[in-house]
């Protein structure tokens, strides 16, 4: 269940969520942990996220990370990824908030260029970042190599 994943794109607390479905909040942790929902449970968090159950009920994107998928990939592709994530385990949530973070900045820059130019290289530098990790994450996902716990649903 994508719960968690839901939750976190719409910048929402479990507190938020909690209120808006009219569950508790221990029974909001207990679902985002792995314990499987009642269906009036999932009835109530598709209403509040606006969703059906089938997008509620997808499974996370999830890979091990001893995962075989990394240690098979050429050298050159895992240097992509290191350089990249400054990190030698890529983490798919780290991709995610970098190409969220530039595409906002990008645009609001390129917006402020209207009145600089500079701020408009600015923004197109921050911009062409957001896709060079949309690339990233979705080779990530391609590869399947992503360093997170498994969640077992």
Not at 41 to 49: M, Y
Not at 95 to 118: K, P
Request: glycine share 6%; proline share 2%; net charge positive.
């Amino acid at each position: 269940m994508i719960l968690k994943q839901l939750r976190m794109s719409r910048h929402l607390s479990q507190e938020q969520l909690a209120e808006m479905s009219g569950l508790s909040v221990r029974t909001i942790q207990r679902i985002e942990s792995g314990q499987k929902a009642s269906l009036e449970s999932q009835k109530c968090l598709a209403a509040a996220l606006d969703i059906d159950l089938d997008t509620l009920n997808q499974p996370a994107i999830k890979v091990d990370k001893s995962s075989e998928n990394w240690k098979k990939l050429p050298i050159f592709v895992k240097l992509w990824f290191v350089v990249n994530f400054l990190q030698i385990r890529p983490q798919r949530n780290t991709a995610l908030r970098v190409e969220v973070i530039s595409h906002i900045t990008g645009y609001i820059f390129c917006g402020l260029g209207l009145v600089s130019e500079a701020a408009l290289v600015g923004g197109l530098i921050m911009l062409a970042t957001g896709y060079l990790f949309l690339l990233l994450r979705w080779q990530g996902d391609r590869y399947g190599i992503w360093y997170e716990k498994v969640v077992q649903v």
